[in-house]
């Protein structure tokens, strides 16, 4: 059964630049949820993402856009990339529309780091 | 809001047990734990739903008080591969019948022989 996968492991790149993350959910999964998690911390919520149309969204500027394919895949994009952005961005997937209660398995992370 | 994790870090021996502890200002629908170990994903340990049971993962056991609006994990005999950073995720409605997971700093837990 696979798990939660997410591409590249690692990325780097310079301020003011764009940047997509990846990410497959687990197998019988229909809904991601991405997060951000800087060092020391824990993950924060950035958007959700059920039958390709964004249902929440957390405290994150507009630089923050998302996309989620006919597979249940889904992109994370950041423009115009600032240093703060740097951090462990995580991908969750689930089955449903969030309820109360539903499980969220997480994928490995892609490592983001702004020069 | 984000929930108050306590402590911020423990260490134990092998075979001791400690108690982790999260709380809200907000009314919660649910607790949820993760374990994350350096570098790698939160793994999913269990879910305390509002009106549920104490719920129990091996040897780590979890409760939910909803009038103070607190989650204790409790872990027994601990053992190495408990080592890790552990997570609570709140659950509240966000507004419009939505929920998020809304997580606190961690705890560091290392267990040491």
């Known amino acids: 059964d696979a798990g939660v996968t997410q591409s590249p492991t690692h990325l780097i790149k310079t301020r003011g630049q764009q940047v997509t993350l990846r990410c497959s959910p687990k197998?019988?999964?229909?809904?991601v949820s991405w997060y951000q998690q800087a060092l020391g911390q824990g993950p924060q919520f950035i958007f959700q993402y059920y039958e390709e149309e964004e249902r929440q969204r957390g405290n994150f500027p507009d630089r923050f856009s998302g996309h989620q394919f006919p597979n249940y895949s889904s992109e994370l994009n950041v423009n115009a990339l600032l240093l703060g952005d740097s951090a462990l961005y995580l991908c969750?997937?689930?089955?449903?529309?969030?309820?109360?209660?539903?499980?969220?398995?997480f994928g490995p992370g892609t490592r983001l780091t702004v020069l | 809001q984000q929930p108050v994790q306590s402590p911020q870090a423990v260490i134990l021996r092998e075979g001791e047990d400690a108690v982790i502890n999260c709380s809200s200002s907000k009314a919660l629908y649910s607790v949820h734990w993760y374990r994350q170990k350096h570098g790698e994903a939160p793994v999913f340990l269990m879910i305390?739903?509002?009106?549920?049971e104490q719920m129990r993962h091996e040897k780590i056991s979890a409760s939910f008080n909803e009038k103070k609006q607190q989650s204790s994990l409790y872990l027994t005999a601990s053992q190495l591969s408990y080592s890790g950073t552990y997570f609570c995720?709140?659950?509240?409605?966000?507004?419009?019948?939505?929920?998020?997971?809304?997580f606190g700093k961690g705890t560091k837990l290392s267990v040491i022989p």
């Open positions: 305390l739903l509002k009106g549920g």
């Open positions: 995720g709140t659950e509240s409605d966000s507004g419009a019948g939505s929920y998020q997971l809304t």
């Open positions: 969750a997937s689930s089955f449903g529309l969030a309820g109360v209660g539903d499980t969220q398995y």
């Open positions: 197998s019988g999964h229909d809904t």
